[in-house]
């Protein structure tokens, strides 16, 4: 008996299609493994039926009209699946070679030899491009998903996986699809779909500096190269270093990023297990090291030898202080500086020396691996450790300090070579240095004993030469200059130190209390007053037993006469300045 079929040409959806053939209840489970279409009406087997609990009548039924839905055009492409032609490679290969076997049939190679050659001829795909060749297949619908998971060649379909379809929700019949003509693309890399290790074989055969980017090209991942080489890509054996998560940040896709992982293990022999395992062996090189250009090397940092030796790092232990912005700077890509930080974090802390602030200053510099600069310091005038917090970045240029160097200077300085003096301490912050000087507030640093104001400010080695230069009280110190300095001989950190409290001795003594001394000076009735005024008391009988009886006679001294008296240079300075206010006042 045969069923009645109404012919299916004239019905447009599905429904219409199972509503005529009163399969009208069943339209929710065709719709649900993927009938879109009345052709897909065609890929319905009868264990799906079965599945959805149709009965057998029905099942006959739906059979039977599903054969009169006409076959799809694009079916009736000629397609030679690929696994003939990879059958006929198979055939080939297992034959003996001359080198092997002297008794081979050179007919019967030559015949395998033209069947392959038949078989590559007859395999035809329906399209090239992987968007026409959904649209073949009725799977246009999915161009998106496929989209997101990297496709960008027809041969990118071979190595979509059974989650990825169902990640996007790829109904049963529409699988089913895919797959059957999916095994029909010839896989990338020849006869073998072992892609990994036809990259890494191709790769070895390229010339030098050229094999990262014939193994990208491999695995269809060259307009990635770019990105890759800003990383610090530059051997095979580096690809082992990268994570997942830096493919992500560089954009590549779910398909991509697997062909990547799964190719980079086996780029070159012998490559680790993952990237941490290749950072693990980093590590294990750099520890046995002795010499900075060693440890470099060991890590694969040796191109930028030269940039470490200008940031001064001498030994290995300096690393430890190259900071993130000094990797920028020198231009360190991503790679580069993971590795780095992996040997820098097994590299033993150096020694702590605490109270290294009472030591002498060349241990304390020798603590610090800064002995070689003892000559500098020493020229500089540092006596005590206290006297380091005082030197410039401008002085540690000039003697040729590196920047590290430099940068674990002034972490020890802010640890011990602060001033611990009694008093007021004084600060004047100058570059990255802070002077200090200790003093008493107001009037009292005037009532201070010179040779004690100069061990204030750590100048006592000083005070002979002070005093001849007429130095007797803390006042006179404001009048000392630059050249007097100079002139004993006294080091740049002490005429910084001294200048600085001279100037607050000057603010205490000048503006307070003697503002106008012009005023002083000319308000002065006799000579004795004038001497009093200038601090020139003990030099009165002097004066009168050169014949000075009133302050007129005072512009017919000479320079010849207050030295004979034995005036000091300051004493002169001062006499002569007040003498000329005074003429200029008359």
Known sequence: MELSVVESASYATPAEWLAVHRLQKFAESVERIGCLTLLDMKEVLDEDLGEMGMPPLQRRRFVAAAEKIPNPNEYKRSHAPASALLAKVGNLAALPSESADKSYDMSVIQGAADEVL????NLQLSATDPWQWLEDYRLGIFRVNFEGLGIREIVDFTEVLDQDLMAMGMPLLQYRRFRKYAADIPPAGGSSYRLDLYAAETAAKAEAGTQVKAWLQCLRLAHFEEKFVSIGIRLLRDLREIREDDLVAMGMPLLQRRRFLMSSAVATPKLPESAEAALAIIQNASSVCTSVSEWLEAILLDAWIPNFDALGAVDIVDFKEVMRSDLEEMEL??????????????????????????ETPIKWLESLRLGSFEGCFNSLGVD?????GEVLDVDLLKMNMSPIQRRRFRTACAADAQPTMEGELLSLETDTATLSVGGLNGEDMLNLNPSRWLGLIRCENFLKEFEELGC??????????????????????????????????????????????????????????????????GFIEAFQQLGVEDIPDFPEVLSEDLIEMGMKPLHRRRFQGAISELSLTS
């Open 118 to 121: 038949s078989a590559t001829a």
């Open 384 to 388: 005590r450790v206290v006297d380091f």
């Open 333 to 358: 890509p991503m790679i580069q500086v993971r590795r780095y930080l992996a040997a820098v974090a097994i590299i033993p802390d150096p020694l702590e020396m605490p109270g290294r602030r009472w």
């Open 472 to 537: 007797e009280a803390v006042v006179d110190f404001a009048e000392v200059t630059d050249d007097d300095l100079t002139a004993m001989g006294l080091p740049l950190l002490q005429r910084r130190r001294f200048t600085l409290a001279a100037v607050r001795v000057e603010e205490v003594h000048l503006f307070h209390k003697d503002r106008d001394l012009t005023l002083s000076v000319a308000s002065a009735d006799s000579a004795f007053q004038l001497l009093k005024t200038l601090r020139l008391v």
